[in-house]
């Protein structure tokens, strides 16, 4: 083609184009006789205030009651007849689907039921789901200030404050789609710390890469080492305690181990508050077998992070603000609302846009007429992204630091409240003493009981 | 310890126990007596209908006026000063928050408004925001079948309907979060089905690996390989015509060089719709090109998935159903709502799950009460993961296939009105005609008009 095609200045609609700038001109004159997607307001608006009469009565009111069900469980098969889930060539009437949006509710678990009790997350609070409900509603992409020049001075003031409570005035973050990805992140940028050719030229012209974990620790790092083409191999595990804590000694002597094969150790990600146990691994041994080594010290504290809210608690992550990198899930602990995960970084050489960027000129033109380091699009592996901080910073406002601390030292009373339950109980055997929320036990059936000292007793039990 | 922990089988608080089963056999006695999180219903109720006022009244219905602006636009220091962002120790009233929910709204882009041109979505859906605001109401997590009975269930009949629109009638696939990761799957499983020894072991002991992707193509190709520890290198970037369709005759010249370089070339990823034209790669030709050389073919219709539901447009994608693996995102033209990108295989081998898998015990315990190929959590690199289906699912039962067919005509037929607006107007030159819904021109501004043949005329424009 004859014009030379520079996206970066080339116009174009649904591209590039402010949009107010790209209506005034071309579009006001006719723009009235164009049909809008949303369709007709009053329709739009009828149909929406039904549909939260729906979720308010059922999801919030009924949802949060303890004199209703958990969860209307049903088999597969029958919740397939029930919801009738096809979809097919001809519309619904308002009334089909908002009886399709109570079914939906009334067969979804209630995860904000105070007898909720699955994995990691529980409870509703209002304000998050407010903050939730309002991303909805405004359905932007974190990329560009531009486009969410709210959300994008928000989540730099969240992740301030995230980053003050582990202990650094400085540093960088962003938030991710989960946990699991956060911790990706760290391992990417560890290596490309330390080998910045690898993002060019591949893990093939490296050494073997090692990097440390406890048998404790989430799955994620194995699924992380496999995803980043280091392979599961490169993940060295070290030895846990009898509560579930790396063992510092341990750690040191995979390193020699992993040095005398030939590997070079990169990182070492403890956990703060382990998925099953709940336990925290001692960070200042680990950070002080870091510096002596010289490796990149991560910490997931995915789901123990928000004790560092409180004042009683957050001695437990001691050593904390000695690491690289944080990931942090306020979907956890604060019920933030899933997702809602930071990753923490100490580093201020601007490290993540270097790893993860790639200029792309149609979105983060050089010459916008702002400052264009608030475009944080280049610092992900995503390109659209959503919004996670609001339902956060919203809750916060709300709470303060004050009503959070209060929520986390509460959590720790009723992990203490259901101990102290169990040992009145006959059939529950403690695994240990919790430090954290996670309360482990065994039930143990009437047959069964009384019969500690029989050969087959641990066994039967696990069945 | 003396127990020997088998995660599988411990019993847990907060990770394990059917939830019913849980409160009824523990908790049932003195629960009442245990505050709840979202603390008072009536106030929880009074907040949330307040905010749902604020979203109605300033997202929904000034939001998508055209007689508002899309944008109260505000330089970053002064809108830093107007929402007053800092997170204090002291929470705020009610009113306080619900002041703060209109800022937010106020000093927001609204997408959703009919003026509103940005990156590759707009317009407001009143269903999916329903199922949105629903999904933020039930917050769950995608992982088992106890835990998102309703949306394992639904992401599956949506997916299915998906992959009968790319033309299989049988596959696999996942939603994820966004396109990109979409892509980085792709590439991950290919590279794994070649090489399965790579999950273990790592790229470091395979040949140097080669990818081919067109000069078009979204810039999430390169950040997913280096992400994904091939490095940008393996790229191999194959010419595209002067529409930006990538050209076949290159790609397999591109093939030949790779391996005369010693690479092992593994996928081809064409684009369905790129990012700045709006291109469609030629599927039948890349095909066969895939075929001869045994290559996973990927294709990035992120943004022109869509037109599978139009009859008069979807020979865009002709050849489509040859595809390995296929990344379409809803959030984009049919406008679910970010976050609705779908990775659709054509494999039956449970290649994802052989992928991606880690079978960790506490979450995917295989002596479930159901089948537990229905706990879809171990297909992917997350852990938790948010429901992406529903929003989709019920606006497409609202819209029928027909419904949203019109919905991707009327989008050709807009870009056509403003092709022809354009036309009638001094000052746009358009770059091409358009055969999707991207309309590429220039502006040339009084100074440059007539000055076609001027030497510097194409460097000035771009200025």
Known sequence: MSTPLKSSFLLSYLCTLPPAL?????LMADSEALPSLAGDPVAVEALLRAVFGVVVDEAIQKGTSVSQKVCEWKEPEELK???????RSQGESQEQILERCRAVIRYSVKTGHPRFFNQLFSGLDPHALAGRIITESLNTSQ????????FVLMEEEVLRKLRALVGWSSGDGIFCPGGSISNMYAVNLARYQRYPDCKQRGLRTLPPLALFTSKECHYSIQKGAAF???GTDSVRVVKADERGKMVPEDLERQIGMAEAEGAVPFLVSATSGTTVLGAFDPLEAIADVCQRHGLWLHVDAAWGGSVLLSQTHRHLLDGIQRADSVAWNPHKLLAAGLQCSALLLQDTSNLLKRCHGSQASYLFQQDKFYDVALDTGDKVVQCGRRVDCLKLWLMWKAQGDQGLER???QAFVLARYLVEEMKKREGFELVMEPEFVNVCFWFVPLTLRGKQESPDYHERLSK
Chains 1, 2 share one sequence.
């Open 22 to 26: 790209l209506s005034r001109e071309i």
């Open 81 to 87: 007849q029930l919801l009738d889930l096809e979809l």
């Open 143 to 150: 990329y560009t200030y531009e486009i969410a020049p709210v």
């Open 228 to 230: 980043l083409g280091l």
């Open 407 to 409: 929520r986390i030292d």
